[in-house]
């Protein structure tokens, strides 16, 4: 159980990663990524829903008929996406104010659907709850990092805003990489997140190569090296 | 026939559908119901708070969000005026007048004192593109004080524009859109204001408050 359960997070984190390997959600990430600061907002938000999605939807796995679970899934999460909003709205008004820009535009992520389909809808809700938190940190960690290699080639800056979003605590983040810096337009609007996206997929595929060949140079010379403990 | 009510059949999932829509449709009814109070005090709350940000400090010693005044502009929409008063006498007025934004309306409220000149500007609700419209935010940059101290005089008319444009506002790297339409919106306030100074800037008790509407 417990091997299973750390391969649900190595593949929400890493292995498949709703960006960065999935390919889901490309029209939030585009939209939202000129800043590291709101890549991350929009990834905790989405994290939230993710995970109570993915729980709601597994506990009523067994009810849901597999020929109309779709529209089920689509209205449940539609619903769950506006009760945060309004009772962030009503309740955490300060914080609607910074990330009540993204709780809308979540209800349009196609990742939720898409783990609610391929994992909640055929697990436990513990297991799906899990999913939900691991592929939404996954989101998390791959929208601040495009959003922060945009931040600084585009405006020279990286976590600006920061405070706004998660207190003034956290204003020492807001650095200026390079000062006196012009702006690249390029890269905070919608094609830069492309091109970025792009780079950031090569260079995955390329260190996932590199590792993988490196295991099997290892494997293969493995039995001819002498034993780690004999060595003097 | 039971095979209707199984989990293929068309009946069983005509309710499950029902059901699903009936419980969603029901939270959120619930969820609008009692988040509807909290919500609007929370927005009166930001209210106040953006009437007083376009003020001066000491400006005025009345209740701003209680002493308005409504009139009607040049398109025929009812303007909602706040009077910040000193003792009887009207100082200044602040007012909301909405800019056409790139992503749908920028509200924008705007302090005028006795002769047309700005006291200042805030936008208090949009949805421009975060990262680059929403610069047009006080929270996000001080762009929006370059509006403190300006009139219909100063600047000329023809200079109330974005520098693209030849006037005397910046626009941001990648949004020209949403400054341009902020300036226009301010333009209009002040013209507002030109065309109701006599009505805006009555001293009257607050009956005329009744008066008016």
Known sequence: MNGSRFGVVQDGLWRNNVVLVQLLAMCPTMAITSTATNGLGMGLATTAVLAASNSLIASIRNWVSPDVRIPVFVVLIATLVTLVDLSMNAWLHDLYKVLGLFIALIVVNCAILGRAEAFASKSPVGASFLDGVAMGLGFTFALTLIGAVREILGTGTLFSGASLLLGPAFAPLELTVIPEYKGFLLLILPPGGFLVFGFLLAGKRTLEGRLRRRDAAVATSAPTLPKAGAAP | ?213
């Not at chain 2, 974005?162 to 306030?189: N, S």
């Open chain 2, 1 to 213: 026939m039971m095979r209707l009510f199984q989990r293929h059949g068309v009946a069983y999932q005509a309710s499950l559908l029902g059901v699903v829509t009936l419980v969603a449709s029901a939270a959120l009814a619930l969820a609008a119901h009692h988040t509807r109070a909290p919500i609007a005090a929370a927005e009166a709350r930001d209210l106040e708070a953006s009437l007083s940000q376009v003020l001066p400090t000491d400006f005025s010693d009345n209740a701003l969000a209680t002493d308005t005044l409504l009139l009607t502009d040049a398109d025929g929409a009812t303007v909602k005026v706040y009077r910040a008063r000193k003792g009887a006498e009207v100082r200044g007025v602040i007012y909301q007048v909405t800019g056409k934004g790139y992503a749908g309306p920028i509200a924008i409220v705007m302090g005028v004192d006795r002769d047309g000149t700005i006291l200042g500007v805030r936008v208090t609700k949009h949805t421009e593109t975060p990262g680059l419209g929403d610069k047009v935010d006080a929270a996000k940059s001080d762009w929006i004080l370059a509006f403190n101290g300006k009139s219909l005089a100063e600047p000329q008319p023809a200079r109330w524009a974005v520098k693209k444009d030849g006037g005397e506002f910046d626009q941001f790297t990648g949004a020209t859109i949403t400054p341009r339409a902020v300036v226009k919106a301010v333009k209009q306030g002040l013209a507002f204001f030109a065309s109701h100074r006599a009505e805006l800037l009555e001293d009257g008790p607050t009956a005329i408050r009744g008066a008016a509407r």
